[in-house]
């Protein structure tokens, strides 16, 4: 193994999924999720983004079209993560979610985090999540990081809309 450290400031620029309906993903992730598209590739690729970044997330059908999902139990992405700014952000999308009727997969503390979990149209796996404070996050008497994964109390993160 190499001494070898990536450079701290690098980060995930974006993710791109194969989908099966490219009309499907792009009501979820610009109609329920939000996200602004900044382009399209005529009826097989879209590009979409927060903040007017070129892109977040592409969303193709160049080789999934009316495909089927991928098998929840191969090899593949586990989730995509989506960080929201603040607790009240994370709190609003959960909101919208339930008037939507959108089912959730999950929802966790993670110590770190607090993150809610969904499939999208495809079986994708998609986290939102926020990051607490790193001064709040759980360590270990070594320094180490002490994540868990606990249920998230949910009516508590509703409680952020009213503040």
Do not use: C
Not at 25 to 53: D, M, P, R, V
Not at 81 to 96: E, G, N, V
Not at 140 to 145: F, N
Request: no cysteine; aromatic share 12%; charged share 25%.
């Amino acid at each position: 193994m190499s001494d070898y450290k990536i450079p701290e400031q690098t980060r995930i620029g974006h993710v791109h999924l194969k989908v099966a309906d490219l009309e499907r993903s792009l009501e979820f992730y610009q109609g329920l999720l939000g996200f602004e598209l900044t382009t399209l590739y005529g009826n097989q690729a879209a590009f979409i983004s927060a903040g007017g970044y070129h892109h977040h997330i592409g969303l193709n059908t160049w080789q999934s079209k009316d495909a089927p999902p991928a098998p929840r139990y191969g090899v593949g992405l586990y989730h995509t993560a989506i960080l929201y700014p603040t607790r009240k952000d994370l709190a609003i999308i959960f909101d919208r979610l339930l008037k939507a009727s959108y089912p959730l997969t999950g929802a966790s503390d993670h110590g770190v985090s607090e993150a809610l979990y969904l499939d999208d149209p495809d079986g994708n796996g998609v986290e939102l999540y926020y990051d607490r404070p790193k001064e709040m996050w759980p360590t270990k008497a070594d320094g180490s990081l002490d994540m868990y994964t606990r249920g998230l109390d949910l009516d508590d993160l509703l409680r952020e809309l009213n503040d």
